[in-house]
Every structure is written in C-alpha cells, then in structure tokens.
C-alpha cells in the first residue's frame, strides 16, 4: 500500500508509540484487502464500549494509548446511563469501571456521546459520498444505505485507530464498484413500523454479507430503513443495502450496477411468524424495552402518545441517545410520567441491568436476534403498540 512520507514516519515510530501501533493497524487491513492507500475520513464511531463486553483487557488496551483524535468521534453505547446508573440496579464494581472506560476515551480527545445512532447528533452530520470509520454495524448499514455514505464494519480498534491517524485504508465499501447490489428481494405486500425489524431479521438470514436491492410496495421512513438494517446486520453481516427508487445510490444516474442475479420474494407470513412468537404463552414477558437502536424524536413522540394516561405494570426501557433526551424534554416527561424509563448512553444489549429477567419484549429485529445470546433471556416481537399493551397490562 502506498504511504505518503508523513505516513512512514507515523509508521516509523516518530509520531509516538500510540500513533505507530495505530497506523500499523490500519496498513495491515490495508494490505489484507488490496486498498491503494490511506483515504481521509470525516468523522469516527468506536464500538467497544460497555465494560459488559470489553471487559478488563478492553479497559487496559485503551488506557495505553496516548493522544488526540484526528476526527469528529463518538462512541457505541455504554454499559450503563453514565448519568444515573443507579435507576437500573448497577453493580457500583461495574460502574466503576464503566467510568473508567469513559474517561479512558476522553482523554484520548473522545467525548463521552454514547450512541449507535450518531447520525441523529448535532455537529456530526453525514453527507452522500462522505468518507467514514464507524464501528457499529446498524450505524454502518444506515450510513451506507439511507445516507450513501462509505464506511467498512470497522470494528472497535480499527475505528479507533482511523480516529486518531485520521484516514482509513480505501477497500471494501470506500470503492463504488464494491456497492453494487448482489441480490434482490421483493416484498409485494405493505409493510409499516416494526414490519421492517422483522423484515430485516428474515431478510439477514437469507442474504448473509451481500448487498440486497429491495423492491418494495411501501415506502419506508429513515427510522423504518434504521429498524430494518439494523435486524439485516444482526441476523446476517449486511451493512449496505439499497432499495429501489428510495435510497440516495441507487437513484443516482451515475451508480451503474446491472440486476442481480439472485432473487426471492419475502411473503407477509414470513413476516407473521417473527410476531408469532408474541402469542406463545410460555413466552411471557416480565420486561419491555425499545430503542435498538436508540430512538428518535419521532419514536419518542410516537411512544409517548401511546402512553398517554396509562400506567406501566412492568418495567418498560426506552433506550435513547442524552442529546436526543435532553433536546426533548418534553417528550421524556410525557413519557415517565406512565412509569417508563427512558434511558441514555446503554441499552438492553450492552448493559447487564436486564440480565437478571426471564423474557423481554421488544419491537426490534436486531435486539430480537441478541437479547438470547447476550443477555441469556429469551425474546418475543411485537410492534410498538403491543409493546405498550404488554407493559400496562392491556393484554
Ligand atoms: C451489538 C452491538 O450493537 C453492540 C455491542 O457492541 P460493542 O460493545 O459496541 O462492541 C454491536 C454491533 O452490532 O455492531
Ligand atoms: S441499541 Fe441495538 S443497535 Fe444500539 S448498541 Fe444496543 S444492540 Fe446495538
């Protein structure tokens, strides 16, 4: 791969230890992949966060590096609500080490906004064609897909490492012709809200790592594409996909890509049986939660209304990121005030407040995929609507 001389003298060791291990991080993914060169990148997401799955070697390896990033960067979230992780029942052990991960990252110039929705974040916007390094597979999947940004699936020491050289070696997805769509699906029946997380979570199962081209009848919002990217990333490993006459690529004239060779059609009773697990009563969830990913203004607004004169009877997470909670304060008083938490920087994955609950219901594809696996629950799916019912007792 070819190295500018600022480059070689970073990989030589004269920049400092830190930024040396850094860049030899990334020349060897270069190599591994055939990039041609480091590419500036605009901003950084560093997954490998929570103390939950880092744990004490994560800590020790971040703690060793020294300096500043390059680059806009932000984190995945963390193991807790760094503000008040009491609420949940945090171990004080845990969250000591949760702060210390926190500050780890700080004075390696990080701020402490843990999210995997950063394109929700003031100040840290994604344009089309822009150059990223994110480490969060449901935040790469809308970047790529619903902004037509390029990034890999770094994972949490490659972003870091991109963040603090400030490039990122130019494979994969950062080349126009690796984004071409390889494999069609039609789905010829109107899908709305949580349709997409199950759609996704079908859909990953079949497509593995390629780039599906959906044909749709609906037209999804950005928080429906969000839902169903992120269940595609999980049940699966895509983190591109497009969809016909909506997402920004493959409207573009100049995106040349010829019709996959591959085709299926996704029927609405694949759909029916993700939510099918709701009717199963040995299924019974003791907790709800929504937020995989964190939510919007818009899902806030939406869980609120349905909350509206209700009291919950279980508990109910609503997971988020600070800034889009304290932005809409309003909204959060609305919706505690049923006895829901809406909670920041975490969330039911990555944080161990869960664990200690046999059966949690969400309306998420991706957190249908791994709340069994890393929180040992098990997990039912249904809409948000049901959601809400569940946690006041309606049904
Ligand atoms: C499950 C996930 O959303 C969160 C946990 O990952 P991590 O602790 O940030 O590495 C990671 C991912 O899907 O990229
Ligand atoms: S809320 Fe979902 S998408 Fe976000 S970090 Fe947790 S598991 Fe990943």
């Excluded at 830190?18 to 500036?40: F, H, S």
């Excluded at 390029?150 to 994969?172: C, Q, V």
């Excluded at 993700?274 to 709800?288: A, F, G, L, Q, R």
């Excluded at 505690?336 to 975490?346: I, N, R, Y």
């Amino acid at each position: 791969m070819y190295l500018t001389k600022e480059e070689e003298k970073t990989l030589r060791g004269e920049d400092g230890e830190t930024l040396r291990k850094m860049i030899e991080i990334l020349v060897a993914l270069g190599d591994i992949y055939g990039a041609d060169a480091l590419i500036p990148i605009k901003s950084a997401q560093v997954s490998g966060v929570s103390y939950k799955t880092i744990g004490d070697a994560g800590l020790e390896w971040i703690s060793d590096l020294k300096g500043k990033v390059r680059v806009p960067t932000v984190l995945n979230p963390a193991g807790m609500d760094m503000n008040n992780w009491e609420r949940l029942g945090i171990d004080p052990k845990f969250a000591a080490k949760q702060i210390e991960i926190i500050k780890a990252f700080g004075s390696l110039g990080i701020e402490p906004k843990c999210t995997c929705t950063p394109y929700y974040l003031n100040g840290f916007d994604v344009q089309y064609k822009d150059h990223l390094a994110w480490g969060e597979s449901s935040a790469i999947s809308f970047s790529n897909s619903v902004l037509g940004a390029r990034t890999n699936r770094e994972g949490g020491p490659s972003a870091l490492a991109a963040a603090l050289i400030g490039k990122t070696p130019d494979y994969g997805y950062h080349k126009v012709e690796n984004r071409t769509p390889s494999f069609e699906i039609i789905v010829d029946f109107e899908t709305a809200g949580s349709d997409y997380g199950a759609l996704g979570y079908v859909a990953g199962k079949m497509v593995g790592s390629k780039i599906p081209l959906f044909k749709m009848k609906s037209v999804p919002t950005k928080d429906e594409m969000k839902m169903l990217g992120a269940a595609m990333a999980a049940s699966g490993a895509v983190a591109l996909y497009h969809i016909d006459g909506v997402t920004p690529e493959i409207k573009d004239k100049e995106f040349v890509y010829e019709k996959p060779a591959e085709s299926i059609t996704i029927d609405q009773k694949d759909i029916s049986a993700v939510y099918e697990t709701s009717n199963d009563s040995t299924m019974k969830p003791d907790i709800v939660t929504i937020g995989c990913p964190h939510c919007s203004k818009a899902e806030l607004e939406m869980l609120a209304a349905l909350l509206e004169g209700k009291t919950v009877v279980k508990e109910f997470w609503i997971f988020t990121s600070r800034e889009v909670a304290e932005q809409n304060k309003a909204i959060v008083d609305k919706i505690e005030k049923s006895g829901a938490k809406v909670v920041c920087d975490t969330c039911m994955v990555v944080s161990p407040a869960a664990n200690s609950y046999s059966c949690m219901m969400v309306n998420s594809g991706k957190a249908y995929a791994y709340v069994p696996s890393m929180c040992g629950l098990k997990a039912t799916y249904g809409t948000a609507e049901r959601c809400v019912k569940e946690a006041t007792g309606e049904i």
